[in-house]
């Protein structure tokens, strides 16, 4: 059994509480500092790769959700996982995490660092590691679970727990959905996600409105190789003269493919890129191209901007919880450039879109980004996605799990 302990003790002899008395003052949701099971599950997360090859930490999600008592429907969209807990009826409250790990070699120097290798989608053994913050993540979501099924009396309505397959490639939430996920779920009230960054250890960042960018990601096949590489050159130059200033977009390359043997000029080139169609097609007319770009759109995902009044409701039910410790603990979350496809879960096929909210929480130890601080080199320190990506344990588990609790609990208050 898990450490994890609720100590929160609701009047059993009036279980009809009414929805308006759940508020944060009232319910009293401890965690005690011990909380190993999730600690551990956290070290050894199961890497793996995406391309719908994360089987293994699906089948450990699984198997953790179902001994936790909750309904648990596997392989949707791919290795996609989802818990659901009925209690009582109310509110329906999703909580996203995902799956996937990358193709890095973990150098954090750790003693559970991440030694796994897998064979990816197109036969090369890569080093696999959890460079996202996806391990904490789960170890976040399996510990909200796992705390708000001991509290069942505080609360009533359904919470839905998503674990989407593939979300480096933006594409495991669309996979889900193009599976059917909003049949096989009931719809929800509220859609809510979190997201481990490189802010101070144990910080949730809150911000209404938007709070990521957009993506446009595709496959490109031209004629040749040269002007491949042309276009590639010149991606930051295109950034600035093509997006608007106020439009928060990162241009990135991260395949580039043509030719055989040194020896043999190609037919024809293949990269990836993170752009705006439109950009490519001027680039080959530019260059007198005498094929036109083939392309395909192989992930397409709208920016995140976070409902005022939720994300609002949530920031105030944080701070309500953490009293005193708020102005440090709670801090504003910055617009960053990237994009999640969380999004899609907010956007139900032929439904009206789903309120969500989506939060970061700092993982950085908190030495280490107390000192940079004082340095001024914040910027310096090894961010997600970089091999040397380190996540303080202790209070960002703590952080992503009540984070995830009070924001469920709030929510079903509504
Ligand atoms: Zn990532």
């Given amino acids: 059994m898990s450490n994890l302990s609720a100590l929160s003790q609701p009047n059993k002899s009036n279980e009809q509480t009414k929805l308006s008395d759940l508020t944060w003052p009232r ?10 099971k999730w600690r551990d599950l956290f070290k050894k997360a199961f890497p793996a790769l995406d391309k719908y090859r994360e089987s293994r930490t699906a089948s450990v999600v699984a198997r953790h959700l179902e001994s936790l008592g909750y309904h648990v429907q596997r392989k949707i969209g791919g290795h996609g996982v989802v818990g659901i807990l009925t209690n009582r009826e109310g509110k329906t409250v999703s909580l996203r995490s995902e799956l996937d790990a990358l193709p890095m070699e973990e150098d954090t120097g750790l003693t ?9 989608a197109d036969g090369y053994t890569k080093p696999v ?29 359904t919470l839905i727990y998503p674990l989407q397959p593939c979300k480096e490639r933006l594409l495991g939430a669309q996979a889900m959905i193009d599976d059917a996920l909003f049949d096989k779920i009931p719809l929800p009230d509220f859609v809510l996600g979190q997201h481990a960054v490189p802010t101070r250890a144990g910080s949730i960042g809150t911000q209404p ?8 990601s595709l496959a490109v096949r031209i004629d040749p190789i040269l002007m491949a590489r042309c276009i590639v050159s010149r991606l930051q130059m295109i950034v600035a003269r093509e997006i608007d200033f106020k439009e928060p977009c990162a241009v990135t390359c991260s395949y580039l493919h043509g030719g055989t043997d040194a020896s043999i000029i190609p037919e024809f080139a293949d990269f990836t890129l993170d752009i705006p169609k439109r950009i490519i097609d001027g680039e080959c007319r530019a260059a007198n191209s005498p094929k036109s770009p083939r392309i395909v759109t192989s992930a397409s995902c709208p920016p995140i901007d976070n409902d005022e009044e939720a994300t609002t409701r949530f920031t105030r039910a944080l701070r309500s919880f953490y009293g005193d410790d708020a102005p440090k603990k709670i801090i504003e979350m910055n617009l960053d450039i990237t994009a999640d496809d969380f999004v899609l879960l907010g956007h139900p096929p032929g439904q009206k879109p789903i309120p969500y909210v989506y939060w970061n929480y700092g993982v950085t130890p908190r030495d280490e980004y107390d000192q940079a601080e004082k340095e001024g080199t914040l910027r310096d320190l090894p961010f997600d996605h970089n091999p040397r990506f380190v996540l303080e344990i202790e209070p960002s588990l703590r952080a992503g799990i009540e984070g995830l609790a009070i924001v469920s609990v709030e929510f079903f208050g509504l």
């Fill in 27 to 36: 319910l009293d949701i401890q965690i005690p500092l011990s909380f190993d």
């Fill in 129 to 157: 590691m959890h460079a996202c913050g996806h391990d904490m993540h789960i170890a976040s979501l399996l510990g909200a679970a796992d705390l708000l099924h001991k509290v069942k009396n505080a609360w009533f309505g």
């Fill in 209 to 216: 409105g938007q709070v990521l960018g957009f993506l446009d």
């Fill in 112 to 120: 559970y660092a991440s030694k796994v290798r897998q064979v990816d």
